[in-house]
């Protein structure tokens, strides 16, 4: 099975600071570090390492041609990828606090820029039962979806940054839905109370009587992870560590859990597995600074675990 990753690519621009700021506030950032970024990279290098045979699509301006560089550098296939002349690669500017939290401002660029012309060369090249992942950083999801749905890829949908575009979206066509909490609620017309505790189960219940014909996996931050197609559930703790930064802990979840599932199909055993791993390289990925750089590994990830 090929995975097609068809994701934005960014140049992330973070800043250090003691705290995030606030309306009318200036502050002083203690650093400034260029890193590579964007949803659709870091999944694409969390894919790449855990052992997938991942491809990239997607646009980037002639100033993100190192972005492509570290792709490769992960194992993953860049044919896909298209180089734009007329506008620069989309970039995001983020604020890391002193206690490892973050707020990111995204700039679309050349992610803004996918036409459809790319979109049917790129999923000519893929046949039924290959898996598609989509967030939610791109232009045209609509026709990426329906193009697949067509030609019979499994779909997975991270519905992040979660707005319009994602409730617009056929979504009776998505196999697996990979969210948190948060996004769980907006795609399901509610809003919860704010420092109210998530009902993980409540939630999965209710995305699996939306969309029957899909397997959820659901992050609860520190309540852990829960999967759930209909026949089979299994929920996941969390590896506690000292978070440094958490700018790519859900893009590694959703890479190491798809990449094994590319390796062993849908059994419990594999399923429990894919959430074990996932949920170890995403906490090794929050104790380091910076996001597609912070992706560990596998064989990191296996002596994590059993150190754990």
Not at 54 to 69: N, P, Q, R, W, Y
Request: overall charge negative; proline content about 3%; glycine content about 10%.
């Amino acid at each position: 099975m090929k995975v097609l990753n068809f994701g934005s690519l960014n140049i992330d621009y973070v800043y250090k600071v003691d705290h995030i700021v606030k309306r009318g506030e200036t502050i002083s950032s203690e650093s400034l570090n260029l890193y590579s970024g964007g949803k659709g990279l870091n999944q694409s290098v969390a894919l790449g390492k855990a052992g997938a045979e991942v491809f990239h699509a997607g646009a980037i301006g002639e100033d993100g041609s190192f972005l492509v560089d570290i792709l490769k550098d992960a194992g993953v296939n860049t044919d896909c990828v298209s180089v734009l002349s007329d506008v620069r690669t989309g970039n995001a500017i983020i604020q890391n606090d002193k206690d490892g939290d973050n707020c990111i401002i995204l700039y679309g660029g050349a992610n803004q820029a996918i036409e459809k012309d790319q979109i049917d060369k790129v999923l000519s090249g893929f046949e039924r039962g290959d898996l598609l992942i989509l967030q939610n950083e791109i232009n045209n999801l609509g026709y990426i979806v329906e193009r697949a749905h067509e030609a019979g890829m499994k779909i997975v949908l991270n519905p992040s940054p979660m707005d319009d575009k994602i409730r617009a979206l056929p979504l009776e066509y998505i196999d697996y839905f990979i969210l948190n909490e948060i996004e769980a609620a907006q795609i399901l017309g509610e809003c919860g109370n704010e420092g109210e505790a998530p009902d993980g189960e409540a939630l999965i219940a209710k995305l699996s009587e939306k969309f029957p014909h899909a397997a959820i996996v659901l992050t609860l931050g520190s309540e852990g992870s829960v999967y759930s197609d209909g026949e089979t559930m299994v929920r996941q703790p969390i590896f506690k560590v000292k978070a440094v930064d958490t700018t790519a802990a859900g893009d590694t979840f959703t890479g190491y859990f798809f990449a094994e599932l590319t390796k062993g199909g849908m059994s419990f055993d594999t399923i429990k597995t894919a959430m074990q791993k996932a949920a170890a390289a995403s906490a090794i990925a929050v104790s380091r600074q910076g996001a597609a750089p912070s992706i560990p590994m596998p064989d990191e990830v296996e002596e994590f675990i059993r150190s754990h």
